[in-house]
C-alpha cells in the first residue's frame, strides 16, 4: 500500500517540543521531496518546512525558522518535523506530503499526502 503514515502529534505547553514523523510505505522516500504543512481553523494551509532528500537542501517559513527542524532517516524511509520553542499560534493540524524529485525543495504539487496529526500548544 502506497502511503504516508504520521505520528508523533498531540499536547504540549508552550515553549515545549514535539517531534513529528511521516514514514513512507510503498515507496522510497529517498527520491521525493516532502513537506511539512499546517492549517489552523479559520486560517490558509501554510507550507512549513520542506526537504529534498536527493541532496538535503531545505526550507522553512519564517515563522518557524530557528525553532523547527526538518530531516529525513532514509534507513526509517521517514522524514521527521522536531519542533522547539512552541508556540500557542504554532497550535494546528500538521501534514506531510512527498512529491518525485526534482530541482525544487518544495514542489509546488505533491503525489501523497499523510492523514494530518494535531498539534495543540496550551497551557
Known amino acids: 500500500q502506497v502511503q504516508l503514515v504520521q505520528s508523533g502529534g498531540g499536547l504540549v505547553q508552550p515553549g515545549g517540543s514535539l517531534r513529528l514523523s511521516c514514514a513512507a510505505s510503498g515507496f522510497n522516500l529517498g527520491y521525493y521531496a516532502v513537506g511539512w504543512f499546517r492549517q489552523a481553523p479559520g486560517k490558509e494551509r501554510e507550507r512549513v518546512s520542506c526537504?529534498?532528500?536527493?541532496?538535503?537542501?531545505?526550507y522553512y517559513a519564517d515563522s518557524v525558522k530557528g525553532r523547527f527542524t526538518i530531516s529525513g532517516d532514509v534507513a526509517a524511509n521517514t522524514v521527521y518535523l522536531h519542533m522547539t520553542s512552541l508556540k500557542p499560534e504554532d497550535t494546528a493540524i500538521y501534514y506531510c506530503?512527498?512529491?518525485?524529485?526534482?530541482?525544487?525543495?518544495?514542489?509546488?504539487?505533491?503525489?501523497?499526502w499523510g492523514q494530518g496529526t494535531q498539534v495543540t500548544v496550551s497551557s
Open positions: 506530503a512527498a512529491e518525485s524529485l526534482g530541482a525544487s525543495i518544495c514542489p509546488s504539487l505533491y503525489d501523497y
Open positions: 526537504i529534498n532528500n536527493s541532496d538535503d537542501r531545505t
